[in-house]
C-alpha cells in the first residue's frame, strides 16, 4: 500500500509539471502545532491514601512510574512506588526528568528531585536567599531550558517577590531576586484611583506565564479589595520591570490565586503564543462564594491588555477547573459542574458542589465557542469527583485523560486529537485517590 501510495504521488507531481514533492508514509506522525513533542518519555501517576493530595493534605503522596498509559492493564500501588510524603510536597515543579519545589515541605530552601519506582533522589538542594516563600503558595515558569523563576507573597501580602535561579546539574543557583514593586507601580496606582479602589493585599501567588517572542513575564494577581476583577502585570523578564499593568472585569478572579500552577494546568498558550487564562467568578445569589461560573480571556502575543474581543466559554455553566490546549485552535477542559453531572438543580445551592461526582471533561473550540464532551464506544466519559487534581495532559498528538468515577475504578483514556477518537487505557485498582498524571522525560 505505501509503495502504490508513494508511486500515485510520484505521477501527480510529473504530471503537473516534472516537480516532485514528496508524500509522507505516515499522515499519523504530522506534527499538531502548539502541543508538545516529546518522544522518550515515560509517566508518573500520583495518588494518595487517606485522602486527597494538596492543599496540606495529611495523606500519604505515592507516585509510580509507568511506560504505558494506554495498555489494558491494572495498575496497582500497594508496595509499588515511591512514597513522596516526608521528601516534597505534590504540588511541584516539573522540567525534563526532575522534579523542583520551592519550600519543600515548609522547609526554607530550593530543591530538585528525581523520582523513580524505588525512591525520591535528593539531586540538588539551595537555602533560600534575600526572599523567602511559602511551602505551595508561588507561581513560576521557565525562561529557557535552565533558568527559572518563582513568585509569590509571603507574610503580609503587601507584595509580590520574584527570585531567578539557575539550574546546573547538582546546584541551584539564585541569579537574582526582588521585590516586583506592584505597590508604588503608577499604572497600578491609576486603575485604583480611576475606579475609586484601595489598594488591598495581594493574591497569595497569582499565576504568570514567560512569552519568549517579547521575553516578558505575563503575570495574573488579585487585590483583595477588588471583588469585581482581577490585574495583569507585563514584566520585562531581563530587568523584572513592569511594562504595564491592566484590570479586566469581566470575570471576578482567574482560577488559580493561592497555589500557582504547582499542580493544575490553569492557562494555556496556543502556536502564536497568545495566552488564554481561564477565569470564574460567583454566580449571582449564589449561597457560598465557591459555587462559580467559568470564562476564559485572551492576551494576544505582542500585546500589553487584554483582547476585549475575545471572551470564551461565554454562555456555559459550570467552573474552569483545568485547561490544556489541543491544537488546531480547541481546548480541553475539566469543568465543575453539579447541575449538568446531576449533582443538584441548581448551581446557586452550595450541597451539589462539595466533594460529590461533579466534574466532566469537555473540548471547547476557541473560534466558534462550541463546547463538546469527550466520548468512548458511544459513551460519555464519566463524571468525576477531585477538584484539586491535574489528570490531564496533552502530548504527541493525544490527549491523556483520567476520571475518578462514582461506580468503577478510576482510569485513564487516551483521546487521539486528529481522530477525535477516545479509547480507554489502564486502571487504577480501586482503594487510591487518583490526583495527577505527568510526562517525564527519560533524557
Known amino acids: 500500500m505505501k509503495n502504490f501510495r508513494f508511486l500515485a504521488c510520484t505521477l501527480a507531481a510529473l504530471a503537473i509539471g516534472g516537480s516532485f514533492t514528496a508524500c509522507s508514509d505516515d499522515d499519523d506522525k504530522e506534527v499538531i502545532k502548539g502541543i508538545p513533542q516529546v518522544n522518550d518519555v515515560h509517566y508518573d501517576i500520583l495518588v494518595s491514601v487517606g485522602g486527597g493530595a494538596g492543599m496540606g493534605s495529611t495523606a500519604s503522596n505515592i507516585i509510580q512510574s509507568l511506560n504505558s498509559l494506554e495498555t489494558n492493564t491494572v495498575v496497582d500501588f500497594t508496595n509499588i512506588g515511591a512514597d513522596i510524603t516526608a521528601v516534597m510536597d505534590a504540588e511541584a515543579m516539573i522540567k525534563g526528568q526532575y522534579y523542583y519545589e520551592a519550600a519543600p515541605l515548609g522547609l526554607a530552601r530550593y530543591g530538585k528531585y528525581k523520582v523513580t519506582n524505588t525512591g525520591v533522589e535528593t539531586v540538588a538542594e539551595r537555602p533560600f536567599g534575600q526572599n523567602t516563600y511559602k511551602d505551595r503558595r508561588y507561581t513560576h515558569d521557565w525562561l529557557n531550558d535552565s533558568e527559572f523563576f518563582v513568585m509569590g507573597s509571603n507574610g503580609n501580602s503587601s507584595e509580590i517577590l520574584w527570585t531567578k535561579l539557575k539550574d546546573e546539574g547538582s546546584k541551584l543557583t539564585i541569579m537574582a531576586e526582588g521585590e516586583l514593586g506592584l505597590g508604588t507601580n503608577a499604572a497600578y496606582l491609576k486603575i485604583l484611583e480611576d475606579n475609586n479602589l484601595t489598594a488591598g493585599t495581594f493574591s497569595t501567588s497569582g499565576l504568570a506565564r514567560y512569552r519568549s517572542k517579547d521575553n516578558t513575564i505575563v503575570y495574573a494577581f488579585r487585590n483583595t479589595k477588588d471583588k469585581e476583577g482581577f490585574y495583569v502585570a507585563f514584566i520585562d523578564a531581563t530587568t523584572m520591570l513592569i511594562k504595564n499593568v491592566v484590570r479586566d472585569t469581566r470575570a471576578e478572579q482567574m482560577a488559580g490565586t493561592a497555589y500557582g500552577e504547582l499542580l493544575q494546568h490553569k492557562m494555556f498558550m496556543d502556536e502564536n503564543e497568545n495566552l488564554y487564562i481561564s477565569c470564574n467568578s460567583q454566580i449571582p445569589g449564589a449561597e457560598k462564594s465557591t459555587c462559580q461560573y467559568g470564562c476564559l480571556l485572551r492576551i494576544n502575543n505582542g500585546t500589553y491588555e487584554f483582547d476585549a474581543t475575545y471572551e470564551g466559554y461565554k454562555d456555559y455553566t459550570g467552573k474552569i477547573i483545568t485547561s490544556d490546549y489541543l491544537g488546531n485552535n480547541k481546548a480541553l477542559l475539566y469543568i465543575q459542574d453539579p447541575q449538568h453531572t446531576g449533582c443538584s438543580t441548581d448551581n446557586k445551592v452550595y450541597a451539589g458542589w462539595g466533594s ?28 468525576s469527583s477531585g477538584t484539586f487534581s491535574q489528570r490531564s495532559f496533552v502530548l504527541n498528538n493525544k490527549a491523556y485523560i483520567g476520571v475518578n468515577p462514582k461506580n468503577a475504578a478510576p482510569c485513564v483514556y487516551v483521546y487521539d486529537i486528529k481522530s477525535g477518537k477516545a479509547t480507554k487505557g489502564i486502571t487504577i485498582k480501586e482503594g487510591f485517590t487518583f490526583d495527577r498524571i505527568i510526562y517525564i522525560s527519560n533524557k
Open 356 to 383: 460529590d461526582y461533579n466534574g466532566y471533561y469537555a473540548i471547547l473550540d476557541l473560534t466558534t465557542d462550541q463546547k463538546s464532551e469527550i466520548e468512548c464506544d458511544g459513551e460519555k466519559l464519566p463524571y
